[in-house]
């Protein structure tokens, strides 16, 4: 059986990965007319970058190998390198194209970072967990074991599966949501920081500053789980970096504050 506790945390979890976005572009909304726009075209520079191109990469079989072959270390830092040059390349070009118009500022960059981060949320962590609820309900039904070897899953393969859902703890299904919330947080303070390099016609210093951040987090995160093998340890820790970059949105919004001044879009 999986605890009443459990389900309820992985509804936490699920409302926040969808929700969040939203509730954050509603209220960037209030200043920009062009939140949403701007949500769906940050949305734009994760999805094409990761799930079209890096991840399909990662999944075949010659890389599968090459990564195989890799000890930890490096193994890591290829992973969390790639991640942050192709999502740092997918803003680039996001902002590059789309975000030409002078009225584009501060919080229009936030609603870019908003959007690439929920999409995250949303594709990695809020679709698994509708399984996962869905799974956990046929569960302590009895229907779960029938429905999964009918769809031509070993009984290995359901077993293990059962074994995640009913030995994971409770709190662990509420620190994904809380990771998701940290990292939303955390792709709005790497965009709005590109953008406003971008903007100041620092583009590259822009870039090598949000792709060595993000791999560090990508890197130092996953590396800590694996030496500590405490979520709770590595969650607080993301939490705290993520509260340290957010001390980057200060110096952002002053270099957009010393461009010309912005239309009506942004107020």
């Known amino acids: 059986m999986v605890s009443s506790l459990s389900i309820v945390f992985m509804f936490v979890t699920l409302i926040l990965c969808f929700a969040l976005p939203v509730v954050l572009l509603f209220l960037l909304f209030k200043r920009t007319r062009a939140a949403f726009v701007c949500g769906l075209l940050g949305a734009l520079g994760f999805f094409v970058p990761q799930i079209c191109i890096r991840l399909p990469l990662l999944s075949t079989a010659a890389v599968q190998t090459f990564l195989g072959t890799l000890p930890v270390i490096p193994m890591y830092l290829v992973l969390a390198l790639t991640a942050a040059l192709f999502e740092t390349s997918g803003r680039f070009l996001v902002f590059s194209l789309f975000f030409k118009k002078p009225a584009y500022g501060y919080y229009e960059g936030l609603a870019a970072g908003v959007g690439h981060g929920g999409i995250e949320a949303i594709f990695l962590i809020g679709t ?14 009895g229907g779960l074991e029938p429905i999964l070897t009918a769809a031509g899953l070993s009984a290995k393969d359901v077993n293990l599966l059962i074994a995640q859902l009913t030995g994971t703890a409770p709190a662990t299904f509420l620190l994904s949501g809380v990771e998701r919330v940290a990292t939303i947080l955390l792709h709005v303070v790497l965009s709005v920081t590109l953008f406003s390099y971008m903007r100041a016609n620092k583009a590259l210093i822009g870039f090598c500053i949000v792709t060595t951040i993000h791999t560090c987090v990508d890197f130092f995160i996953p590396y800590l789980q694996y030496v500590s093998g405490s979520i709770f340890i590595t969650e607080l820790i993301l939490i705290l970096v993520v509260a340290a970059t957010m001390l980057l949105l200060v110096p952002a919004k002053k270099r957009f504050k010393s461009l010309n001044p912005v239309s009506d879009i942004s107020q």
């Not at 698994?128 to 039904?141: D, E, K, R, T, V």
């Open 128 to 141: 698994a967990y509708i399984n996962n609820i869905a799974f956990s309900f046929l569960l302590n039904n």
